[in-house]
């Protein structure tokens, strides 16, 4: 399906969420609430407090722009769910968050396929408060745009998003910690990704994510651990040389 943000912006009906759905919320935001302190980013909880989230009630997406507006001129767009590639990096590029505003349901509670609002909202929205990130995304989809008729290009990028934006880990003031989205908003992978011996944990390292696939439907074998967002954002110019010569030798 083919997206443009003016034809298709959907809103956000908050009318329309069950009193199940508050429920299944709540429970998702007390358990992560549980996980987090001491393993997340010092930006994901600088973004929390700036985004103003509460355990018991599904943000309402016009409330969360304005925060998001004023702290880095980003925002959420309603998607229904996974989209293609050149839409998603054409909102990531004007500055706009896609995301999902349906729930998953109790059985799900603990793995669902595609990312859902928890996902999108709870993993993805705090570190969008923080300049240095948003700087890396913007660019980075820039960057990508250049290339979206090559499906290698894609691919490669993607395995940057994917250890970084998903699953990205950082060597903060106090520790290390993680500010990837889809580890955050996953109970399991938010302890083990930290504290487990099994996966590996190596510097960021462009050249290396992008000669890593990704796993999808499990916790990650190995993890890159950047020293800054800074650095995302000033790795840009690697990720596109790597990828032009990639692109000639693929
Ligand atoms: N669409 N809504 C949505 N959310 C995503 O995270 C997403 C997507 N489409 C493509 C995609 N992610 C991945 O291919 C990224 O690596 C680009
Ligand atoms: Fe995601």
Same mark, same amino acid.
């Given at each position: 399906m083919d997206y443009t943000a003016a034809k298709d912006a959907l809103m956000q009906n908050y009318e329309a969420y069950t009193e199940q759905d508050q429920l299944i919320w709540q429970m998702l935001y007390e358990r992560q609430q549980k996980v $987090?302190?001491?393993?997340?980013?010092q930006a994901y909880f600088d973004g929390i407090k700036k985004v103003g989230f509460k355990p018991n009630e599904i943000p309402r997406f016009e409330e969360v722009n304005e925060q998001l507006k004023a702290a880095t001129g980003w925002s959420l767009t309603v998607v229904p769910g996974l989209i293609d590639n050149k839409p998603f990096f054409e909102f990531l590029e004007n500055k706009q968050f896609p995301a999902t505003t349906w729930l998953r349901k109790m059985e799900q509670l603990d793995y669902l396929e595609e990312p859902d609002m928890f996902h999108d909202v709870?993993?993805?929205?705090?570190? $969008?408060?923080n300049h240095d990130f948003c700087a890396f995304l913007k660019a980075l989809s820039g960057m990508t745009l250049k290339h979206i008729g090559n499906d290698d290009a894609i691919e490669f990028v993607s395995r940057l998003y994917w250890y970084t934006v998903e699953f990205g880990l950082i060597n903060d003031a106090d520790g290390l910690r993680i500010y990837g989205a889809g580890i955050l908003s996953s109970p399991g992978e938010s302890v083990y990704s930290v504290e487990s011996d099994i996966p590996q944990r190596v510097p960021y390292d462009v050249k290396e994510i992008m000669h890593t696939p990704y796993i999808k439907d499990r916790f990650q074998e190995k993890y890159f651990v950047i020293d800054s967002y800074r650095q995302l954002f000033e790795s840009v110019a690697e990720i596109e040389a790597t990828l032009e010569n990639m692109l000639v030798t693929a």
């Open positions: $987090l302190p001491g393993r997340a980013a709870f993993g993805h929205v705090p570190i $969008l408060t």
